[in-house]
């Protein structure tokens, strides 16, 4: 079948059954009373929250239905799966009973198993400069810590409307540009495979939002972007555009000396006046990628989201570049 056809199905298996799931779980999420207050409103409004299971259940049908009809990365597809499923169910966890900052990221490490555990793993990366590296003890290492790593970071960023979501996308498409550029076939299946749940989950989680991931969407993004990397061999790549993810992780866990949840952090890291956001002029206030983007002057929500995803198109800019010339 024309890889086109192949890639436009999945797209939309995955884009529909998320759409489609989350019509259904909205509603049923408010009557549970299952609602989270957008904070960074005036009026504070409640909004769905945990809608990240329909996002799950659109990741679960769209690596179904990619294991049957593309045979040759079943494993890979079923491996991915598995990872993301473990940083759900902890997500889950942690939305019901509150893990706390400690133990969160402990178990979310759990999720890299699957990939140390499948055999799939090629420990010869090509990095930027230095060609196709020889990391046969390093690379199992970064395999196992890296899905877990980088659940708790897309955790971190989620925190606006649709930023989460807008973000990632952003990192998936340059990914897929670059495995089409490059004749890597898994890696186009794989990062399309997620961006049609993404798409779904982004529209109705874009300003306004009508409904929040919850720890369960957020964890389970962050470990199946990580694992399609690994699995996908975009590593170099991945890790490029992901930058401002990895600056905003650091300069937050440096802040506020260590893991902790966002309940746990006694200031606020912005201040919100009516419609606009601000950073919290307080120098003990966590430093988040809001603040940063807020520091000079408050702006309202959307520009900060839309300036985010600048930083990642940059972010995914020089990680195309980096393949086309340094690699």
């Known amino acids: 079948m024309n890889l086109t056809i192949i890639l436009a199905a999945i797209l939309m298996v995955g ?13 049923r999420l408010k009557s549970a009373g299952i609602l989270g207050e957008d904070i960074h409103k005036p009026d504070k409004p409640k909004i769905a929250e945990r ?8 990741i679960i049908i769209t690596q179904i239905v990619v294991s049957v009809a593309v045979r040759q990365i079943q494993k890979y597809s079923l491996i991915l799966l598995c990872s993301t499923l473990i940083a759900a169910i902890v ?55 890296l899905p877990g790593v980088f659940s708790n970071a897309i955790n971190m ?53 009508k409904v929040f991931s919850g720890n369960v969407g957020s964890l389970s993004i962050g470990s199946c972007l990580a694992s399609i990397a690994i699995l996908g061999r975009l590593e170099a790549s991945f890790a490029i555009a992901s930058v401002p993810l ?16 966002k309940k746990e952090m006694k200031i606020r890291p912005v201040e919100v006046h009516g419609n606009i956001i601000k950073a919290n002029p307080d120098p003990r206030a966590p430093i ?3 603040s940063l983007l807020t520091l000079d002057k408050g702006k309202e929500e959307p520009r900060i ?23």
């Open 15 to 27: 884009y529909l059954s998320t759409e489609l799931l989350l019509r259904l779980f909205i509603p």
């Open 51 to 58: 809608g990240g299971y329909a996002l799950v259940l659109g």
């Open 91 to 145: 997500g889950s966890l942690d939305d019901m009973i509150d893990l706390g900052g400690k133990l969160k990221p402990l178990l979310s490490l759990l999720s890299g198993l699957p990939l140390l555990t499948s055999g799939l793993l090629y420990p010869r990366p090509v990095l930027p400069l230095i060609g196709r590296a020889r990391l046969h003890y390093a690379y199992p290492i970064a395999a196992l810590l």
């Open 157 to 209: 960023i989620d925190v606006l409307n649709g930023m989460m979501a807008s973000n990632s996308i952003i990192i998936l498409l340059f990914l897929s540009i670059i495995s089409i550029l490059s004749g890597n076939y898994g890696g186009i299946i794989l990062t399309t495979s997620l961006l049609g749940p993404l798409i779904g989950f982004y529209r109705f989680n874009k300003y306004p939002a």
């Open 246 to 261: 990895l600056i905003t992780g650091f300069m937050i866990i440096t802040s506020v000396g260590g893991f902790k949840e």
């Open 288 to 290: 988040t990628l809001v």
């Open 305 to 327: 989201v839309l300036e985010s995803n600048l930083l990642f198109i940059i972010s995914g800019i020089l990680a195309l570049l980096t393949y086309l010339f340094l690699t």
